[in-house]
């Protein structure tokens, strides 16, 4: 882990909050030049001192970076996005309210949650490996008591407007989907926290690696989310849910059925569980129309039949909440993520109807798996296993200013038991795919060099600026192929237009 100091955490603190705040205190300021006027209005931000004072909203509003800098190391978590205004919900100032998307005003990072379970396996290397198949490195990894908060901050900060029924959110929220969902395909993340919301806060203590230059154009992450929408909805071995349209009442949709008679619903971690199943039930229920009795009434049946159901005053918090007026619907990513975990055995087969024109769901078919033999049990091993065992091998062997491995040919064929020729091919195509770098010195005391694209990007990131440029230098001398994949992280011209807030978002879908 990076040892952070002050003025570093201060250098995060305001590339995150990218000026949505006040620099300086608006009254009582300590730190502000004498000759310099206080600042105009700006947004707010919410900190919250431990994670069970976040869990019931007691947090302090702050509206200045000073106010940050005066809390250093006392926040676990808090908003990285600006909200248009903060308060507090009782005279005593001790809860607070305002951090709902629909106050939203400028989007300035994506978060994705890493929950490590206990017996899962999760490194901050295996957070990169990811990042390395996304094509964009993190700007900031912060480790947390239950694994890690992952932070891609916009180059310039992504404005909210209430156009088009808030469509600017929208936008952001599926580009926010696929980015978890990506990392989700090989990560245990939690897919169902709010996208711009509550997260872990930098401090001193907890950042595993802050990469500054690394920071995006919102337009390049738009671009890339919907590519990879299209990619998954055509991509047969990774089946998703597919709603059909309907414009019958929520309540009778045929997911309410199956999550009412689902009596194994449990509160997991990294799952959406019992309470948001209820929340969510209830948020139909009210767009329906329905009583908030009746409501109460079938959440209070349906958490009885629960093998390991909530308190009563957990059942009704949830149901006030869903009728409290902040909301107009069930969400439909919710939805998804509900029958994805929770869905009946009969929906993953074939859609089905509650009632004759109501919609239905085809839950998530990834359950489904065709057994292969085991590697152990077959007399040739496949490509991808191979490359598998390669990289693998790798990983152990590069360190900081060396990260090629000098060997032979016949000793990785030995030790990996490839035969030489499907060696030579799975070098050559892993080259071309930009997965690994090797070189090759014929003659005594030649070798082959092996570096793999992880090792290459990781050990530049990590050796000190001023001798980064004669770093690179240095490496593209024995991988000069490796010249696309540097290029690619680290010529990157940054944007400096700030139109965004200006096009026409209407015109703008991620799939």
């Given at each position: 882990?990076?040892?952070?100091?002050?003025t570093?955490?201060?250098?995060?603190i305001?590339?995150?909050?990218?000026?949505?705040?006040?620099?300086?205190?608006?009254?009582?300021?300590?730190?502000?030049?004498?000759?310099?006027?206080?600042?105009?209005?700006?947004?707010a931000?919410?900190?919250?001192?431990?994670?069970?004072?976040?869990?019931?909203?007691?947090?302090?509003?702050?509206?200045?970076?000073?106010?940050l800098?005066?809390n250093?190391?006392?926040?676990?978590?808090?908003?990285?996005?600006?909200?248009?205004?903060?308060?507090?919900?009782?005279?005593?100032?001790?809860?607070v309210?305002?951090?709902k998307?629909?106050?939203?005003?400028q989007?300035?990072t994506?978060?994705?949650?890493?929950?490590?379970?206990?017996?899962?396996?999760?490194?901050?290397?295996?957070?990169?490996?990811r990042?390395?198949d996304?094509?964009?490195?993190?700007?900031?990894?912060?480790?947390?008591?239950?694994?890690?908060?992952?932070?891609?901050?916009?180059?310039?900060?992504?404005?909210?407007?209430?156009?088009?029924?808030?469509?600017?959110?929208?936008?952001?929220?599926?580009?926010?989907?696929?980015?978890?969902?990506?990392?989700?395909?090989?990560l245990?993340?939690?897919?169902?926290?709010?996208?711009?919301?509550i997260?872990r806060?930098?401090?001193?203590?907890?950042v595993?690696?802050?990469?500054?230059?690394?920071?995006?154009?919102?337009?390049?992450?738009?671009?890339?989310?919907?590519?990879y929408?299209?990619d998954?909805?055509?991509?047969?071995e990774r089946?998703?849910?597919?709603?059909?349209?309907?414009?019958?009442?929520q309540?009778?949709?045929a997911?309410?059925?199956?999550?009412?008679?689902?009596?194994?619903i449990?509160?997991?971690?990294?799952?959406?569980?019992?309470?948001?199943?209820?929340?969510?039930?209830a948020?139909?229920?009210y767009?329906s129309?329905?009583?908030?009795?009746?409501?109460?009434n079938?959440?209070?049946?349906?958490?009885?039949?629960?093998?390991?159901?909530?308190?009563?005053?957990?059942?009704?918090?949830?149901?006030?909440?869903?009728?409290s007026?902040?909301?107009?619907?069930?969400?439909?990513?919710?939805?998804?993520?509900?029958?994805?975990?929770w869905?009946?055995?009969?929906?993953?087969?074939?859609?089905?109807n509650?009632?004759?024109g109501?919609?239905?769901?085809?839950s998530?078919p990834?359950?489904?798996?065709?057994?292969?033999?085991?590697?152990?049990?077959?007399k040739y091993s496949?490509?991808?296993?191979w490359?598998?065992?390669?990289?693998?091998?790798?990983k152990?062997?590069?360190y900081?200013y060396?990260?090629?491995f000098?060997?032979?040919?016949?000793?990785?064929?030995?030790?990996?038991?490839?035969?030489?020729r499907?060696?030579?091919?799975?070098?050559?195509?892993?080259?071309?795919?930009?997965?690994?770098?090797?070189?090759?010195?014929?003659?005594r005391?030649?070798?082959i060099?092996?570096?793999?694209?992880?090792?290459?990007?990781?050990?530049?990131?990590?050796?000190?600026?001023?001798?980064?440029?004669?770093?690179?230098?240095?490496?593209?001398?024995?991988?000069p192929?490796?010249?696309?994949?540097?290029?690619?992280?680290f010529?990157?011209?940054?944007?400096?237009?700030?139109?965004?807030?200006?096009?026409?978002l209407?015109?703008?879908?991620?799939?």
């Open positions: 882990m990076q040892t952070v100091e002050s570093e955490l201060s250098e995060i305001s590339m995150i909050v990218k000026g949505g705040i006040r620099k300086y205190k608006f009254k009582n300021s300590k730190i502000r030049p004498f000759n310099q006027q206080p600042e105009g209005n700006k947004g931000i919410f900190g919250f001192r431990s994670k069970e004072a976040m869990s019931v909203t007691r947090g302090i509003v702050l509206t200045s970076e000073e106010a800098w005066e250093e190391d006392c926040l676990t978590h808090w908003t990285p996005n600006i909200f248009r205004y903060g308060t507090y919900t009782d005279d005593r100032r001790l809860f309210k305002g951090h998307d629909e106050n939203l005003q989007i300035n994506f978060m994705i949650d890493i929950d490590v379970k206990v017996g899962q396996e999760c490194s901050g290397q295996d957070i990169m490996d990042s390395m996304l094509g964009f490195i993190p700007t900031i990894i912060l480790e947390t008591p239950g694994g890690f908060q992952v932070y891609y901050v916009l180059e310039n900060p992504w404005f909210i407007s209430n156009a088009n029924d808030y469509n600017s959110v929208r936008i952001a929220r599926n580009v926010s989907s696929n980015l978890r969902r990506f990392f989700a395909e090989e245990p993340v939690d897919l169902g926290c709010n996208h711009f919301g997260a806060i930098p401090r001193t203590d907890n595993l690696q802050f990469n500054p230059e690394m920071t995006y154009d919102i337009q390049t992450l738009i671009d890339w989310s919907f590519e929408s299209a998954n909805l055509i991509d047969l089946p998703k849910l597919y709603l059909v349209p309907s414009k019958n009442k309540s009778d949709a997911w309410v059925d199956q999550l009412l008679n689902n009596k194994q449990t509160g997991e971690k990294g799952l959406l569980g019992r309470n948001s199943a209820i929340f969510t039930m948020l139909a229920y767009s129309g329905k009583s908030i009795e009746d409501c109460y079938d959440m209070d049946q349906f958490n009885s039949n629960l093998s390991n159901g909530l308190k009563d005053k957990e059942v009704k918090r949830a149901v006030q909440s869903a009728y007026g902040n909301y107009h619907k069930a969400e439909q990513e919710k939805i998804d993520l509900l029958i994805e975990s869905g009946t055995e009969k929906s993953s087969k074939t859609p089905f509650k009632t004759e109501t919609s239905g769901y085809r998530h990834s359950t489904w798996h065709k057994f292969k033999k085991d590697r152990s049990e077959r496949h490509k991808h296993e490359q598998a065992d390669l990289l693998a091998f790798l152990d062997k590069s900081t060396k990260p090629y000098v060997t032979t040919k016949r000793e990785i064929a030995e030790e990996l038991k490839i035969p030489s499907s060696l030579d091919n799975v070098l050559k195509e892993m080259q071309k795919e930009g997965i690994l770098f090797y070189s090759v010195k014929p003659g005391g030649g070798g060099r092996l570096a793999t694209r992880n090792a290459l990007v990781q050990t530049i990131l990590n050796v000190k600026k001023e001798v980064q440029e004669a770093y690179v230098e240095s490496i593209l001398s024995v991988f192929l490796a010249a696309k994949l540097v290029k690619q992280y010529n990157k011209p940054k944007t400096v237009r700030k139109q965004y807030q200006q096009l026409q209407s015109e703008w879908d991620t799939g």
